[in-house]
């Protein structure tokens, strides 16, 4: 299945730590969300959940992306984070508004 592809091993930056004196910040001052207007190759939403954090010990000021989710189609991806969750196998893209109903009355009156 391809959604259970190894992730990359390079090591993410973690946001939390202060870009100044390393502190680890767990709380962010602020989260706040950015939607992708244009949903992705699988008719996925993006949501970008972004966040600011000011550093207690030496009051420096920085912000990043939190994590990313992805929504839409048959599953809930979520980056960034240790879950991901599946919803349903990737198999199953039927969409509904793709499939073409034919009414059997008008075809046979042709
Ligand atoms: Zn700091």
Redesign the pocket.
């Known amino acids: 299945m391809k959604w259970c592809k190894e992730m990359p091993r390079k090591q993410e930056k973690n946001i939390k730590i202060?870009?100044?004196?390393?502190?680890i910040v767990e709380k962010p001052e602020k989260t706040w969300h950015l939607t992708s207007p244009l949903p992705d190759a699988q008719g996925r939403i993006t949501i970008t959940i972004m966040a600011s954090f000011t550093?207690?010990?030496?009051?420096?000021k920085w912000k990043g992306v939190l994590s990313k989710i992805k929504v839409g189609g048959q599953e809930v991806e979520i980056e960034g984070g240790a879950k991901t969750s599946k919803l349903a196998d990737e198999e199953k893209t039927e969409r509904p508004g793709e499939i073409i109903e034919l009414d059997i009355d008008d075809v046979m009156n042709e």
């Open positions: 202060c870009p100044s004196c390393g502190t550093c207690p010990n030496c009051g420096a």
